[in-house]
């Protein structure tokens, strides 16, 4: 048996794995990937008569420590372990890194003087998905002390320049297969020649996030790449302009090109703003023709817009017969409020992610009036009960008939009777989410009480999922807002509290006796929404998670908990807004 090994290719395996969130069990998600690429192997070689998707299907069973070994079985099997090892990864300067970026550096090269190819099997086919952070402090968490105080001593600017030169040879040449790049980046500006560059390569779903530039420029592509333009079908675009450059520029002959070049196959586009609102931060275009966004499906507004003319040029009513997903904030005193509110109706629209801050009850709502075709409707941040429980629950009521999911949020205290009331009239929704008090931080001020609940939302037979979130209890003491804080018992202890107990960290068994005690008292309440809901699947409150399962034990259906630990579960947004694995 012939072996094929290389000491950088061993080091490379040892690296961390692109991080993209949490899936619902809390454990890292890579998003979805295109079956992976492998060289043509022998025709003697028993894993060539396997479909590529299931060799992929294979490999994801296989430990780090079980790839290394299948890397060394022969040069084909390397190629088949880096092609499950690189699909996804993310660069964090690390010198095993560093080894791997002058590894692709070299490959690139000899693609270049080799028309394409290289001479041995290569890592940068490999690649679907690549992570590029640009923040100083990535630097900093990855090296050892010594190295730290060695690249101190150069300027940041020179380290990423150089760095930033070697990504774009990689990207240009070494990286055939990329489908997938994330760019983050939060204090070097990012070249016209990496934009150049970049706009020439194999991506297809593309995020730039928090990426500043400091001087004006456009994407030029070369004649040869002209009539291709750049066949982008994801883009999160945030771009802003670098206020250490001490220069006054824009980003809108950037954003104009990329928008120029990629709209014609985009289906989803999301454009953000910086977190924090100001004049300097506000987006435009450039006032010239732009194609159309003729296979846009998904898009999110979150953006600060400076003129009319950059929001008119969307055309949203001429989109109605694609676009299913529309998440935007502003209300009408923004431009995109008032856009929204002069569009109509948008037949093809599914679902609406409103993300104004401070509805105004006097408002119209006329975007979600014309829309009452919507089967799901998320309005995450607080509302009064005026603008909800008088503005947009009324018209719910009346005319929404085919809402399957909503979520809304008050900012006070309490949900009122009236409110509950209005909500147990839309007989066609699947799944809800209801929350009010303090968004954020230790202070749960929701005193929920889901008898009441329970009273009005019997009404909803079709329900499957119920989410409350920001909700608390009493106490031994009465309620406390700090409840899921203290831990404090809630009732005396009982048998029940005990098993295993002896075994814990003193320290630790009053959390624990409160965790058990809460986890019964949750339970015990979900019982009661099943009894009462006949088509329930899953719940979320009281921050556990929880399924309907049927079994003989307990003679019918109860729930049972997902999660041994409370957990503020954050899939919420996604759940019941707009997925959010894309951007």
Known sequence: MSTYSDSKDILAFSMPELSCGEDEDGNEAVPPIPPFCVPSPKPNLLLSKLPLEVLEEITRYLSE????????????????????????????????QSHLIQKLSEEAREH??????????????????LRIP???????????????????????????????????????????????????????????????????????????????VDEEFGIVLPKALAH??????????????????????????????????????????????????????????????????????????RVQFS????????ELPQLESRLKVLEADGDERSFIGQYLDSCGTIRSLETFVWQAIGLNPNDSFDFLRHNS?????SIPWSQSPIALDEGILPMLSQSFQNLKSLSLTWNENSISTTA????????????????????????????????????????????????????SYEGRQGFENDYYRSKRPIYRVTLEDLPGLDEADPDKQTDIIWERQHRRRILAEADDYVRV????????????????????????????????????????????GRDTDDF
């Open 65 to 96: 420590s079980s790839l290394s070994v299948l890397s060394l079985v022969s040069k084909d099997c390397c190629q088949l372990a880096r092609s499950c090892r690189f699909r996804s990864v993310r660069f964090d300067y690390s010198i095993p």
């Open 112 to 129: 270049v003087s080799n028309n394409g190819s290289t001479a041995s099997p290569s890592i940068g086919t490999c690649f679907r998905r």
């Open 134 to 212: 640009t923040d100083c402090r990535d630097v900093s968490e990855t090296l050892e002390d010594d190295e730290m105080e060695k690249r101190a001593s150069q300027t940041y600017s020179l380290f990423f320049s150089d760095y930033l030169s070697s990504l774009g040879l990689i990207l240009a040449r070494a990286l055939p297969n990329l489908v997938y790049l994330d760019i983050c980046n939060h204090d070097i500006p990012l070249t016209r020649s990496f934009f150049n560059v970049l706009a020439r390569s194999s991506v297809q779903h593309l995020k730039l996030e928090r990426v500043y």
């Open 228 to 301: 291709r333009g750049w066949p982008l079908r994801t883009l999160h675009l945030l771009i802003w302009w670098s206020q250490s450059s001490g220069k006054h520029g824009s980003t809108a002959p950037l954003c104009t090109s990329i928008l120029k070049l990629c709209a014609p196959t985009l289906e989803k586009f999301a454009w953000t703003s910086p977190p924090f609102r100001g004049e300097d931060h506000s987006q435009t275009l450039a006032k010239e023709v732009l194609p159309r966004l003729v296979q846009l499906r998904e898009l999110v507004l």
């Open 307 to 314: 003129d009319r003319f950059t929001i008119k040029w969307l």
């Open 373 to 377: 075709q919507l089967s799901k409707l």
């Open 420 to 471: 509950l009331q209005l909500i147990g009239t839309l007989r066609g929704l699947q799944q809800i989410h209801l929350s009010t008090g303090r968004r954020h931080g230790r202070i749960h001020d929701w005193a929920i009480k889901h008898q009441e609940m329970r009273k009005y939302l019997k009404e909803l037979r079709h329900l499957k999922k119920l989410a409350f979130s920001r909700d």
């Open 533 to 576: 809901l006949p088509r329930l699947e899953w719940m979320y409150f009281g921050k556990i998670r929880m399924a309907v399962v049927n079994t003989r034990e307990c003679q019918g259906r109860h729930a049972v908990a997902l999660s041994q630990e409370i957990d503020d579960w954050y899939q919420l947004e996604g759940m019941f």
